[in-house]
RNA sequence: CGCGGGGUGGAGCAGUCUGGUAGCUCGUUGGGCUCAUAACCCAAAGGCCGCAGGUUCAAAUCCUGCCCCCGCUACCA
């Protein structure tokens, strides 16, 4: 690997019209939380960028629904949100947001280089036009009916019911979600990053990566062999970066584009702050940095792909060594979903619960290689039997003992016996261990191996039997307690990454009255406590947590799943329609005069279908059911007026209509009497 | 449709790249100990490693097909 001299790590940065929930925290934070403090206690030149993403359509819309406007709500959610970061321990060098002069400046320089060398190019297209708001409709702004199921709520960008996504003109009977208008088609000029041309570039730097997740770089490759599209870097809106051109008024940078480039403002107010203001450059520019993003899956194109072919057309940039990207956090078997209110908000859990256990959980279960699940039960047991009982007992047993038996201090260390220099060894070999699995973004480990240290700590005190030996033989306690103090002190260093507040509160209680967070990890291997030392007060280091505590948790999102109309859009066809809609629907007789196997797709039968003097094409899933041969001649009813669709390339223009029961047999609709190819059923 | 990831005792996971007696934590059962937060320690029971084929002396591991779950240039880690 590489020689590194420094490391810049950033997560994500939250998007800023919303809290922050647990599976953002597990996602992107909490290891990287974890990392850093990690780092920074092997002496490791390490900084730690976060902060605020405050642009982007959502907002404008969220601003919107309120009646306030966009900064209002990205000032307050940059604020809650750093604070309860804050209460979570995260422990980011600097916090800054999109919306700062800084981060405009930053981003308009990156457009204006990239513009310069000749990167972009600009390609004008249609786009819906709100004439009485006078802008252009964003995807999201855009309803009308789905063209895929018909759907009359579907956006621009997405079919909430048919989840298929779309394009805002595909949509029949557009509307504008602003005014209710008719929106007309007007063009629009935009500049696009050529992926495809930079695609070459992505891939030969790539290939000298080492050590990426499995799940990281599968994707990765996946959208590579896609083939990388042009992508445009700017949108019609007037809440976001300027594009800062002549003429270019009304657009602003694409929130994707400006958001990463939000870590480099965000480093640079860092420098500027610490009275140093080139320093970021050397964070930033040196190729001696290691450039860490820790982000959720959803991200993994962005921040593998996009934002490093930015920073290759740039040239002077630094491009990450690993992007130790996260699966999803779901809570108790299900999805999380903010707008339902599903999930669990850090600053609710902030008022009724301790921060650390929560850390430990999260960690212990982060979704490092799949999808993980919170439940609040394994919750309560992972607090109660391994941090209260195992960890804390430890601390507290042998706290307890040296106070009782020793007046608080630490006793000699004599003769060692062969358990003696067993547990020493345990202890010494744990901060390299620990350490190459945190390195190795391997946290869950990291922790079962911690755990593994104050489980076998436990094992000696046992083994030892110093409650019988302080009668029989007291050098043999004196020395048995001795190693064990020390398994404490090193247990309250090697947990302050993960729990940082209850290793603060252990490290007093072994007498220290410096900062453990300022301590060496290294230290670990042979730090010793001077026979004779006062120990500080013993506490309870982990309280056991009650049921009770919990089941409101558990009720309150039960509750949420009962709900009715959280069965989002299943519900829908029990709904009735007038006869009006249903006139709209224009059922005919085919017959079918050409039918053949699509390529590539197992399903897919496309057929010529004769409907009086009309013949058209078109294409229905049924091969599993129905040899083309077979259908040929067959008369079947079709939708004649449903919107032409492309299925895998092949144009669709209408659709046949056959029956499905639960065990998947189909059956087409037919006659009972012929009937002229033609016919309108009603 | 396609692509990426996953499917291992009751629960949660490791092991899969580099085939060779299936491992860890919790839970269950039995025992030990009593310094400690009714904590700790030991032992046992419990698995045809998603399904079906194939390669091999040998397959959780390699190959092929299938099934199920999650995700896929979106506003969400």
Known sequence: MKNYKRILVTSALPYANGPIHLGHLAGAYLPADIYVRYQRLKKRDVVYICGSDEHG?????????????????????????????????????????????MHHQTSQEMFINLNDKGVFIKKTEQQLYDAKA???????????????????????????????????????????????????????????IPLGALQKQVEEWLATRQGWKPNVMGQVKSWLNEGLADRAVTRDL???????????????????????????????????????????????????????????????????????????????YVLPDNVPANEFLNLEGNKLSTSRNYAVWLEDYAEKFDIDPLRYYLAAIAPETKDSDFVWQEY?????????????????????FAKNQFTGTVPARGDLDELDREMLSTIARAPDEIGAAIENFEFRKALVLFMNVAR???????????????????????????????????LALLMAPVLPFSAAKAWAMMGHATDVHQQAWDDVRHMELPTGHQLGRVEILFRKMEEKEIEPEIERLKNIQAQPDNKPVVAEPTASISIDELAKVQLRVAKIVA????????????????MGDEQRQI??????????????????????????????????NGMLLAAQDDQGNLSLLGLDKDVNDGASVR
């Not at 406007?69 to 800054?96: L, T």
């Not at 094992?459 to 404490?488: G, M, S």
């Open 456 to 490: 076998a700590a436990n094992k000696y005190f046992n083994d030892q039997e110093p409650w019988r030996t302080v009668k029989q033989n007291p050098a043999k306690c004196a020395t048995t307690l001795n190693i064990c103090l020390h398994a404490c002190n090193a």
């Open 238 to 316: 007037n809440w976001g970066v300027q594009v800062p051109l002549p003429h270019a008024e009304g657009k602003v940078l694409y929130v994707w584009f400006d958001a990463p480039i939000g870590y480099i403002s965000a480093t640079k107010e860092w420098a500027m702050e610490k009275g140093n203001p080139e320093l970021w450059k050397t964070y930033w520019q040196n190729d001696d940095t290691r450039l860490v993003h820790f982000i959720g899956k959803d991200n993994i194109v962005f921040h593998c792909i996009m934002f490093p072919a930015m920073l290759i057309a740039h040239g002077n």
């Open 57 to 101: 359509v959502p907002i404008t819309i969220a601003a919107e629904k309120k009646g306030v406007s966009p900064q209002q709500i990205v000032d307050q959610f940059h604020a809650r949100n750093k604070a309860a970061f804050a209460k979570f321990g995260m422990s980011f060098d600097y916090y800054g947001r999109t919306s700062s002069p």
């Open 619 to 652: 294409v229905a899933g049924i091969a599993l059911h129905y040899s083309p041969e077979a259908l040929i001649g067959k008369k079947i009813i079709v939708v004649a007026n449903l919107q032409p669709a492309k299925i895998r390339g092949i144009e669709s």
């Open 380 to 400: 309560l047991t992972r607090n109660n039997s391994e941090l209260a009982d195992i960890l804390g007992n430890f601390t507290n047993r042998t706290l307890a």
């Open 134 to 192: 006078r802008m252009f409709l964003p995807d999201r702004y855009v309803k009308g009916e789905c063209p895929h199921c018909g759907f009359p709520e579907a956006y621009g960008d997405q079919c909430e019911k048919c989840g298929s996504s779309l394009s805002p003109t595909e949509l029949i009977n557009p509307i504008s979600a602003l005014t209710g208008d008719k929106p007309q088609q007007k063009e629009t000029e935009h500049w696009y």
């Open 595 to 610: 039918a053949e196997k699509v390529e590539k797709a197992d399903k897919l039968l496309k057929m010529d279908i004769q």
